[in-house]
């Protein structure tokens, strides 16, 4: 047994220990919480873009809002396992947070290096959906991706109106209303005539702005995965050294 000084040592750095264990899994907790809603944003607001992305649903905000959920769960595992002070909790907390760290490593590093890989992909996706384009067709998830566009982001065509000129739909339809400023004003005789349709619909191309939309949410997404990647070795940090004091404390004691 250890002198009762040495014991009465270790307690402090203990308690002192947990408590910054306690307040880093209330953060994590909290981190657990925004992924939550950044998933179920993105499903409500991005599922334009994720389904001419890609030919079927994505599952990208399920992934988010999978994780973030789990994230919940464990960030309360570890404030029970901080106060029970058991050291294979403590341990069982910690490889979660290094797989966290890894996983979140990863879907940084790829975000930023396949960015403009989903730039081109979604461009060739986006022209194949305007040359196909039907609005009278209710079953088209590309075709409502493309008005949801067009109207959210204020813009027409691929690169400019003009593109709607070379598909079948302008042929029988003009350029589809969700290009127009002000649909009071979109009469279907304009619609039809390019050149005067220019003056009352969008001119700005989809790619262009949508580009620019992803590209600041992919920056925005990396930045976040590796802010919060580098904060579970904090985590890690912790737990290994309370599980450390806790098994050693109680060794001194035998």
Known sequence: MSPPSRRLQTKPVITCLKTFLISYSLI???????????GVWGKVSLEAYFSLASEDSTNAPYVLIGTGAIIVIFGLFGCFATCRGSPWML?????FLTLVF???LVAGVSGFIFRHEIKAKFGVAYKNAVKTYNSTDSSSSSSMAVDSIQSTLYC???NNYTDWGETGYFKENGIPTSCCKDSANCQPEILKDIIKAGTE?????????VTDVMESNLGIIAGISFGIAFFQLIGIFLSCCLSRYI???QYEMV
Do not use: D, H, P, S
């Open 28 to 38: 994590f907790w909290f981190t657990g919480v925004i992924l939550l809603a950044v």
């Open 91 to 95: 341990k069982l907390y910690t490889m």
């Open 102 to 104: 890894l996983a979140e």
């Open 156 to 158: 027409c065509g691929v």
């Open 201 to 209: 619909v969008y001119t700005v191309g989809c790619f262009a702005r």
């Open 247 to 249: 098994t050693n404390n």
